[in-house]
């Protein structure tokens, strides 16, 4: 995969986009080496992802313009499509992708930061869909997730002007959790990726389900995923060995000791 570095840390798979000199914009080759990175991660042993960009520049700067540049209205669907694909298998992954965001996250770099279940950010990172400055829409997702994460009113605004916003703006706007120094970054994403790789795996699974499944829908049908997925919880040892511990008073309930647990 030569624009996608993995790695793994205890629990924790760390996947690098590795184009720094085009700073990280996404080509067909990069969208084809992330999707066979997160095709070959061990799901039996790897319990949360971190997505990334090398250096400290840029997260990603958006899709190859120079690529986009001569497509066809067909040729341009399909490249819309091949994005959208690969945003759609991250959205839905198994487990939660977290987007530690360095620096540059405009167009389809914003795209793919939001298709992750939560972003942290550097201080420097600046985010936005410039693309009608480009004479083209948003195309791997930005019209449908911006407007899901940030509010109709604003997505808007910030579409119709391509304007890019800074890390503190960000925050402001819920596009990101919690911003961060460049050399806090990574050390923070691990942080929060152990402790969700900690908890039972099966339940993290089954809660980033009901949430995706649950936010597509209306209340009612969503509290019925919600039960069923519930329900399927007390098939599980995590359940029997977690709610165990609480009864036996063997260990604070709220100290984190579900590292043993299976995914069974
Ligand atoms: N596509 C292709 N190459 C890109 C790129 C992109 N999106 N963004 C940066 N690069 C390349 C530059 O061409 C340059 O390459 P060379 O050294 O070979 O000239 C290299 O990366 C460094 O970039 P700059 O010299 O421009 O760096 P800078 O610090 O002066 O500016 C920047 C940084 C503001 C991010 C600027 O590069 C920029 O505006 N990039 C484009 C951002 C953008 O418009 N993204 C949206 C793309 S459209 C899209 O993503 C559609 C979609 O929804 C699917």
Sequence with gaps: MGFVKYEVQD????????????????????????NAAFDNVDLDTVR?????????????????????????????EAFGKKGNDLFLKIESFPIPV??????FALGGGCEIAMSCDFRICSENAMFGQPEVGLGITPGFGGTQRLARLVGMGMAKQMIYTAR????????????????VSSE????????IASTIAMQAPI????????INDGYQTDINSGAAIEEKLFGS???TEDQREGMGNFL?????????KHVAFQNK
């Design 11 to 34: 629990a924790v798979g760390i996947i690098t986009i590795d184009r720094e000199k085009a700073l990280n914009a996404l080509n067909s080759e990069v969208l084809d080496d992330l």
């Design 48 to 76: 949360c992802l971190i997505l990334t960009g090398a250096g400290d520049k840029s997260f990603v700067a958006g899709a190859d313009i120079g690529e986009m540049s001569t497509l066809t209205k067909a040729e341009g």
């Design 98 to 103: 977290i987007a530690a965001v360095n620096g």
């Design 164 to 179: 890019n916003i800074k890390s503190d703006e960000a925050l402001r706007i819920g596009l990101v959790n919690q911003v």
């Design 184 to 191: 806090e970054l990574l050390p923070t994403a691990k942080k």
């Design 203 to 210: 339940a993290v699974r089954a809660c980033k389900k009901a």
């Design 233 to 235: 919880c007390f098939e």
């Design 248 to 256: 036996k008073k063997k260990d604070d309930p709220t100290k984190v």
